[in-house]
């Protein structure tokens, strides 16, 4: 059986990234993949593209089944570019198709490209296409990921393309969650809801609840593998990520200037470690933003530190507190903290700010600060916070 099938005549034609690294500042250590799809019935639909560097390849998936003048339909279910970028190309060289897409899709690919002269098939949730044997029917999924999202769905197949919704970044040369590994796939779908979903989780909610009135055998998204044996387990998940339900876990970042703020985060972290909690703890100058995102995901209770330097927050401590709020995490319990050396109102109360404006619950009004080198006082206060920081971690999850 050839590994890009799905079912009959229904392939993968996308294109496996095994070298990125940078996906707009989310860090993607297992790389990533670009699926499109290609549906063979009495007509022919292709569902998405790849990033326009890859059209070639796209190209070439494309020919092994089919030439492009007997493609009818180019759907476009997400017109961000890592999906929308080969389509000017594909229009060009499939000359008989039309693009399907909904209203607002259609607005953003002219501001993205140039569509004159394009055919499209605008369509909503009432619209059903006939291949022959097969129907594309469609569900609008506003903000999951952009407003113009949306997902196919074929009933004849119980197929799901749902775009970047369960995606991964993750590249390998399998293409199914029963012949890749899962525990790494799993790992990188909860890394992927963390960084490009968090912010949305409500309205993935009612993406979801939609998705719950189809019956999916499959779910093929446009990044990673494709679920077919363990949908169960990526719906599970989904639920229990857009919920913001928390596991008995903490986490500490920070940054450290001459080591004071890491001898605080090592006090919280003895504070913290206790028996049922899991706790981690990462100094921003080794770590990236997307390994921080995830954990916060998971994590019941957060202990940010930075040293104060020109009267505000270390810049990786800023940035990772600026990317966080921007994911709007939520329900965490939290402590800022740090130390400084002679403005006492600088990082650490910008740290408690934001952490507020992120609706932490502050276990106090103040950071807990050092002046210069923390004093054993200090440290004993910085134990108490991750005694208090692992108990609400354990509340969390009664
Ligand atoms: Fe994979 Fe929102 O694009």
């Not at 297992?30 to 593209?49: Q, V």
Request: proline share 3%; net charge negative; hydrophobic share 40%.
């Amino acid at each position: 059986m050839d590994k890009n099938c799905l079912r009959k005549n229904i392939f993968w034609i996308g294109y496996v990234d095994w070298d990125i690294r940078d996906f707009h500042g989310y860090v993607t250590e297992r790389g990533s993949s670009y699926n499109a799809y290609l549906i063979k019935d009495e007509k022919i639909a292709i569902i998405d593209s790849v990033k326009a560097p890859y059209v070639d390849s796209l190209m070439k998936n494309i020919a092994e089944h089919t030439d492009f003048d007997a493609v009818d339909y180019l759907v476009c279910n997400h017109a961000e570019p890592d999906h929308s970028g080969s389509l000017p190309l594909l229009v060009k060289k499939c000359v008989n198709a039309v693009v399907v897409c909904n209203k607002k899709c259609q607005n953003i690919l002219s501001m993205q490209y140039n569509t004159d002269g394009w055919k499209f098939e605008i369509v909503d949730e009432s619209t059903k296409i006939s291949l022959g044997k097969r129907t594309l029917t469609f569900v609008n999924t506003p903000m999951a990921h952009w407003p113009e999202s949306m997902f196919t769905y074929i009933p004849e197949e119980t197929l799901l393309f749902s775009m970047d919704a369960f995606g991964q970044h993750y590249s390998t040369s399998e293409r199914f969650d029963d012949t890749a590994v899962l525990r790494e796939a799993m790992i990188e779908a909860k890394t992927y809801y963390a960084n490009i979903i968090m912010l949305y989780g409500g309205q993935v909610a009612k993406v979801m609840s939609k998705a719950a009135g189809l019956d999916i055998s499959m779910i093929a998204p446009s990044h990673g593998i494709i679920w077919r044996s363990h949908i169960t387990e990526i719906l599970a998940a989904y639920t229990k990520w857009m919920s913001h339900t928390p596991e008995a876990e903490v986490l500490i970042f920070y940054d450290t200037m001459w080591k004071s703020t890491a001898m605080m985060a090592d006090a919280i972290y003895r504070g913290a470690n206790i028996e049922g909690v899991s706790v981690k703890k990462y100094d921003l100058k080794h770590t990236n933003i997307t390994v921080i995102a995830d954990a916060t995901l998971s994590a019941a209770a957060l202990a940010v530190g930075s040293p104060t330097l020109n009267k505000g927050i270390m810049p990786k401590a800023a940035e990772a507190l600026a990317y966080l709020k921007g994911l709007s995490p939520e329900g965490k319990t939290a402590v800022a903290f740090g130390s400084y050396g002679w403005a006492k109102k600088g990082g650490q109360h910008d740290v408690q700010e934001i952490l507020e404006s992120m609706k932490c619950k502050m276990l106090s009004d103040d950071p807990i600060q050092a002046q210069f080198t923390p004093t054993e006082a200090v440290l004993e206060e910085c134990f108490e916070a991750g005694k208090k920081l692992a108990a609400a971690a354990v509340e969390a999850i009664k």
